[in-house]
């Protein structure tokens, strides 16, 4: 094998036991492996479409089943409480209408310990009047 192999050109540091390969890459077996690869490839794509293609029309022709539960409408069926509220702002328009009239009137809150409620607007002005209670002074400094 050593014949095969032409020494370096002379120079300053010549080795005549170091040698270069005279022959280049064979194209030929790049090019094949190449062209392999490729068949290989576009093979495999064609065989992933044909599955998919079969899992398509398999898909197709299956029944779903019919669960006894799911028998009922959908249309009818209400999910449990709490449910999700269907229009918040008039939901929030209503509250705080039920709780203006709540502050401007006047009502019960315990009929049977004579507790009431009065419109807050009045509470302010007996407040005003009466004023607010006081603690009395200690005789500490």
Known sequence: MAEMHLPHAAGPHENPEV???TSDVNIGGVLGFALGLLIATLFICFAVWVLFKYF?????????PVYPLAMTTQETRLPPEPRLQ???REDLGN?????DEILTSY??????????RIPIDEAMKLTLQRGLPARAESGKP
């Open 19 to 21: 040698h270069h390969e």
């Open 56 to 64: 398509e029309a398999r898909e197709a022709r299956a029944v779903t």
């Open 107 to 116: 009502g019960w809150v315990d009929k049977n310990n004579g507790v009431v």
């Open 86 to 88: 269907t229009n918040p």
């Open 95 to 99: 509250l705080r209408t039920h709780e």
